[in-house]
């Protein structure tokens, strides 16, 4: 115990002081905490001082720090799927949220596909095809940070603009397509045969159908009838949480990850703003700033500095511009047809190139499901961390860039 108390502190020491800092930058603070994690594995921590990183962080003492390390995608992608049924006007901008939602799937996916024969040979493990190997690739580049996207809108005062608003709706548009890919291709590693597929697939329908048709409705009943003011107490929240591990384990019995189960319970509550605060305000917190510390910090010591050696930094150089690009010139495209002028695409390209938290709870699906090596993992998470930081200064620069030209028009009217 004295050694996990340890370990939690130096996690969350590091995570507070790095999230500090890029707050002062400009950045969301989960950047920094995202940053800590890599920071404390071997690519950072283990190289200036492998002693004292060996000492902390041995690798048979870690089994406490990975049972609360479950729990933190758990809680989040738990709030993740009440958030996402919480955007303002989603289903009122339904046809220019997948105008701008599909291409953001479909380009980084279609470049994910293209590269992916390219790195199968070094990054893939043993056994793993190349069919999956890509698939999952694909849904690793197509994913969108909401939660990160929702802070850096929030932040700049722009949630209920029209760019906020369209990025927002065509990001819960666009994580729900990638969510059920990955649940194709985790399904298609973990069940050996066609008929384990079959069971794996046909399961996780029964979830969803069981899940919006019985258990939405008593939600909303247990929540009318206990926690009508949107405020549930502590017998109703345990409810909620007794829930949500309940799904979330279910799902691992299914052969998928945890987390889908999650995800789900949360997307069966109500819409009702007052509820969300109310979740964020009492789980979320919880979540983040304890969980996901320790989260972070354990896929950051699931990386290898051996990643950047050879040919590892071409790789990463291939995987980011198939992310950037594919992010910013589909959803560009998209927000283009979905009627917003050159400048608001480009900013919605670029809010939609962050990947966030939501990429590193993709990784560790793929990598506890055994699609992605210590290697791959480490070139992602790199792309995960630049693409993140890169959303907020491209967003401020395309909106100076927009205040400077109607600056200009006013003058010359």
């Known amino acids: 115990m004295p050694h996990l108390l340890l370990q939690?502190?130096?996690?969350?020491?590091?995570?507070?002081?790095?999230?500090?800092?890029?707050?002062?930058?400009?950045?969301?603070?989960?950047?920094?905490?995202?940053?800590?994690?890599?920071?404390?594995?071997?690519?950072?921590?283990?190289?200036?001082?492998?002693?004292?990183?060996?000492?902390?962080?041995?690798?048979?003492?870690?089994?406490?720090?990975?049972?609360?390390?479950q729990l933190g995608p758990v809680l989040f992608m738990f709030i993740v799927g009440a958030e996402l049924r919480a955007a303002d006007g989603a289903r009122a901008r339904l046809v220019a949220a997948a105008w701008v939602g599909i291409p953001a799937v479909l380009l980084p996916a279609v470049l994910g596909l293209a590269i992916a024969p390219v790195l199968h040979r070094d990054y893939a493990p043993a056994g793993v095809g190349a069919w999956p190997f890509?698939?999952?690739?694909?849904?690793?580049?197509?994913?969108?940070?909401?939660?990160?996207?929702?802070?850096?809108?929030?932040?700049?005062?722009?949630?209920?603009?029209?760019?906020?608003?369209?990025?927002?709706?065509?990001?819960?548009?666009?994580?729900?397509?990638?969510?059920?890919?990955?649940?194709?291709?985790?399904?298609?590693?973990?069940a050996h045969g066609?008929?384990?597929?079959?069971?794996?697939?046909?399961?996780?329908?029964?979830?969803?159908?069981?899940?919006?048709?019985?258990?939405?409705?008593?939600?909303?009943?247990?929540?009318?009838?206990?926690?009508?003011d949107g405020r549930p107490g502590g017998?109703?929240?345990?409810?909620?949480?007794?829930?949500?591990?309940?799904?979330?384990?279910?799902?691992?019995?299914?052969?998928?990850?945890?987390?889908?189960?999650?995800f789900l319970f949360g997307a069966c509550l109500p819409r009702d703003d007052r509820l969300l605060d109310t979740l964020v305000e009492r789980l979320e917190h919880v979540a983040v700033l304890m969980l996901m510390p320790v989260f972070f910090a354990l896929a950051g010591?699931?990386?290898?500095?051996?990643?950047?050696?050879?040919?590892?930094?071409?790789?990463?150089?291939?995987?980011?511009?198939?992310?950037?690009?594919?992010?910013?010139?589909?959803?560009?495209?998209?927000?283009?047809?979905?009627?917003?002028?050159?400048?608001?695409?480009?900013?919605?390209?670029?809010?939609?190139?962050?990947?966030?938290?939501?990429?590193?709870?993709v990784l560790e699906v793929g990598r506890a499901a055994g699609v992605i090596g210590a290697g791959l993992f480490t070139l992602l998470m790199t792309m995960t961390i630049v693409t993140t930081l890169m959303a907020a200064p491209m967003l401020a620069a395309c909106l100076r860039r927009a205040d400077a030209r109607a600056q200009a028009a006013a003058t010359r009217e």
Do not use: Y
């Open 8 to 69: 939690l502190s130096v996690i969350l020491a590091t995570a507070r002081v790095l999230a500090l800092l890029l707050r002062r930058l400009g950045q969301p603070a989960v950047i920094g905490e995202m940053i800590a994690g890599f920071v404390l594995g071997p690519v950072v921590f283990g190289a200036v001082a492998p002693e004292w990183h060996a000492a902390l962080f041995p690798k048979g003492g870690l089994a406490a720090l990975h049972g609360l390390g």
């Open 134 to 190: 890509a698939a999952f690739l694909a849904a690793a580049l197509a994913i969108t940070a909401f939660p990160v996207m929702a802070r850096i809108l929030k932040d700049r005062g722009l949630t209920r603009s029209p760019i906020g608003q369209l990025s927002l709706a065509a990001t819960a548009f666009a994580d729900v397509l990638v969510w059920i890919l990955l649940a194709f291709v985790v399904a298609s590693i973990a």
């Open 194 to 228: 066609a008929s384990a597929f079959v069971r794996t697939i046909g399961g996780l329908a029964l979830a969803c159908t069981v899940a919006f048709g019985v258990l939405r409705p008593l939600l909303a009943r247990l929540l009318a009838r206990h926690a009508h």
């Open 235 to 262: 017998a109703v929240l345990g409810t909620l949480l007794v829930g949500t591990c309940a799904t979330a384990a279910a799902s691992e019995w299914l052969g998928l990850h945890a987390v889908f189960g999650a």
């Open 301 to 361: 010591l699931s990386t290898t500095v051996d990643a950047f050696t050879g040919a590892g930094a071409w790789a990463l150089l291939l995987i980011l511009a198939a992310a950037v690009l594919g992010k910013i010139v589909g959803a560009g495209a998209g927000a283009r047809i979905a009627g917003l002028d050159a400048r608001s695409s480009l900013a919605v390209g670029s809010l939609m190139n962050a990947r966030g938290m939501m990429e590193l709870v």
